[in-house]
């Protein structure tokens, strides 16, 4: 028993010590590589602001169009809410600029995520057949130091996905 | 100082850090699971089944990476249930060490298809780990079926895991804070958080609490001193590990943190409350459940029936209506349950410092600090 006691002893004590170079180097795969699952790691929040004198961000703008003419704005964060922000973000550009996603499949046919996008607007709108979904990418600048506070918007891009064509 | 000294001082710390007690562990798996159960609430996964494949990007180092798509309906419905099971099992304390290390084989295997989906979220992080570790600890040691099993015989407990989850923790925050220190964070001509509420608040639409008021704020010195301050706090965590007074200040400021965080960014960290809880004090709490007399209906209720009967509870209400029976609650009764939840947590800790601070002498005091 007390053998048994003291080789236990030594096994967490041996546990302790490498767990710290071990944490060091998952740290070091997810910093240079990509982060594994399950790691101790949480979000670091990195880059920073420069203290200029505007803000800037991206906004999208996503419409669908109905063959009886009409259209609709969609709200992005609530449309595809559970898709996450960043990932959404790349996403919705490589897809309707036809690229493959970072990190996902080389030749992405997107023909799922074509019948996802149709499957969701038929829930959503009733009674309506889709027709096509259009997005437009604008930057906003936002001059948070003159007052009233100036918002300037300018179109970077813009795509169209036709569902009859898929 | 000699090998001896230095061993002496090492087991110090590994095994004498933050001692617990055979109730102790036990009240700590009861309350754990409580919490998932009640409060954060058994993650279902079956929606993701839904996704499409073409936005299936698992972490290349993790077991999603070995499937080409999201699993289907019956499987994740079938690795839910069986997760929700484990959790009641696990509270009434039936083979505790290996259901103990199945919730969290459950838990990582449910969340690396979640996370297939471009990012890797890290708020339940320690919620999925303390399982896996705590099966160690002997935490099934009283209040369970287990210790039903063995009456009479001495159960032997270990509290080295909660000295290996304050590292991970202490890590976790070092993760966090080593590339701000190193991506610029301390440039006074930048002001990190201000970016990231700026970003949030006007890109991700993080518009509540006080984000309206915080996004007002011109002060560099302010912003500055915030980049600082978080910096200071996350990096230095994991340092304070070998300290466990400072690092039970730490848990403390993290709670006010955590609060901070949801108040400016609207960003929820409650699931980490949980993990914080196992470094309370805890022979203070004891007294406090033995004289509501709350340790002998713990004695009692472990036993097979009510293991079922709540079973068969949880199964249904998580089949049926499947979110966090708290945050249900708090929502028909109004209040946001982040929000509620720290401040709980916050008044609890405070409770406890003082009661701490209260019946303690001051040589009793000065021992509790420098051991």
């Given at each position: ?7 236990y002893k ?6 302790f010590l490498?767990?710290i ?5 998952q740290?070091?795969?997810a ?11 949480y ?6 602001s420069?203290n ?12 669908v169009?109905f063959d ?7 709200d992005?964060?609530?449309?595809l ?5 960043k990932?959404?973000?790349n996403l919705l550009?490589?897809?309707f ?13 997107y ?15 009733k009674?309506k057949?889709p027709?096509?979904?259009s997005?437009s990418?604008?930057q ?5 130091r003159?007052?009233p506070?100036?918002?300037e918007?300018?179109?970077?891009k813009?795509?169209?996905i036709?569902?009859?064509r898929? | ?7 002496k001082k ?9 001692p ?13 699971c409580?919490?998932v159960?009640?409060i954060?609430?058994?993650p ?6 839904e ?16 499937f ?10 079938s690795l839910?249930i069986c997760l929700?099971?484990l ?6 304390g ?9 919730v ?11 996370y297939?989906r ?5 708020t339940d992080?320690?919620l999925?780990?303390i ?9 099934g040691?009283?209040?369970?079926i287990d ?9 032997e407990?270990h509290?080295w895991?909660?000295t290996?989850i304050?590292l991970i ?18 440039n006074p001509s930048?002001h990190a958080?201000k970016g990231?509420l700026?970003?949030?608040?006007y890109s991700?639409?993080?518009q509540s609490?006080m ?14 001193l915030l980049d ?5 706090y996350?990096?230095?965590f994991?340092f304070?590990?070998?300290l ?14 955590h609060l901070?965080?949801l108040?400016m ?6 699931e ?5 809880l ?5 022979p203070?709490f004891?007294n406090f ?12 209720f ?15 209400y998580?089949?049926?209506?499947g979110a ?5 609650l708090?929502m028909?009764?109004k ?6 939840l720290?401040l ?6 405070t ?21």
């Amino acid at each position: 028993v007390k053998l048994r006691a003291h080789i236990y002893k030594n096994i967490v004590r041996i546990l302790f010590l490498i767990s710290i170079p071990l944490l060091l180097l998952q740290l070091y795969v997810a910093r240079k590589y990509s982060e594994p699952y399950p790691a101790i790691i949480y979000p670091a929040f990195e880059g920073t602001s420069k203290n200029s004198e505007y803000n800037k961000y991206i906004e999208t703008e996503i419409f669908v169009y109905f063959d009886d003419g009409e259209k609709y704005q969609l709200d992005e964060r609530k449309f595809l809410g559970e898709i996450p922000y960043k990932f959404r973000k790349n996403l919705l550009k490589n897809y309707f600029l036809n690229r493959p996603i970072e990190n996902g499949n080389e030749k992405p046919t997107y023909q799922e995520f074509t019948n996802f996008l149709k499957s969701r607007l038929t829930k959503m709108f009733k009674n309506k057949t889709p027709q096509s979904i259009s997005i437009s990418w604008y930057q906003y600048k936002q001059y948070f130091r003159e007052n009233p506070v100036r918002l300037e918007k300018t179109l970077l891009k813009s795509g169209l996905i036709e569902f009859d064509r898929n | 100082m000699t090998w001896t000294r230095i061993l002496k001082k090492y087991d110090g710390w590994v095994f004498n850090s933050f001692p617990m007690t055979p109730e102790a562990l036990g009240v700590y798996r009861i309350i754990y699971c409580l919490y998932v159960l009640l409060i954060t609430g058994v993650p279902n996964w079956t929606w993701i089944s839904e996704m499409p494949n073409d936005i299936y990007t698992p972490p290349p180092l993790s077991l999603a990476s070995f499937f080409s798509g999201f699993p289907g309906y019956y499987f994740l419905l079938s690795l839910t249930i069986c997760l929700g099971l484990l959790y009641v099992i696990l509270l009434f304390g039936y083979k505790t060490k290996i259901v103990s290390i199945l919730v969290s084989i459950s838990y990582i295997v449910g969340n690396s298809f979640l996370y297939s989906r471009g990012k890797i979220d890290h708020t339940d992080l320690l919620l999925v780990l303390i399982p896996l570790i705590m099966a160690f600890s002997n935490w099934g040691a009283r209040f369970s079926i287990d210790s039903m099993c063995v009456s009479g015989k001495k159960q032997e407990t270990h509290s080295w895991p909660v000295t290996f989850i304050a590292l991970i923790m202490g890590f976790a925050y070092f993760s966090a804070g080593l590339p701000k220190l190193l991506g610029g964070w301390l440039n006074p001509s930048t002001h990190a958080v201000k970016g990231i509420l700026y970003s949030y608040f006007y890109s991700q639409g993080h518009q509540s609490y006080m984000a309206p008021f915080f996004i007002k704020v011109q002060s560099d010195l302010f912003w500055e001193l915030l980049d600082y301050f978080t910096v200071f706090y996350e990096v230095s965590f994991l340092f304070v590990v070998v300290l466990p007074t400072v690092f039970r200040t730490y848990i403390y400021f993290a709670l006010i943190f955590h609060l901070m965080v949801l108040l400016m960014l609207n960003i929820t960290f409650t699931e980490n409350m949980v993990a914080y809880l196992l470094f309370i004090n805890w022979p203070l709490f004891l007294n406090f459940l033995s004289r509501i007399k709350l340790n002998r209906f713990l004695s009692q209720f472990a036993t097979v029936r009510s293991m079922v009967l709540f079973g068969i509870i949880v199964l249904f209400y998580y089949l049926e209506i499947g979110a966090s029976p708290l945050s249900q609650l708090l929502m028909i009764i109004k209040l946001p349950p982040p929000i509620t939840l720290l401040l709980v947590g916050l008044l609890l800790a405070t409770l406890n410092v003082y009661f701490f601070l209260k019946n303690y002498t001051k040589s009793q005091l000065i021992k509790y600090i420098m051991p």
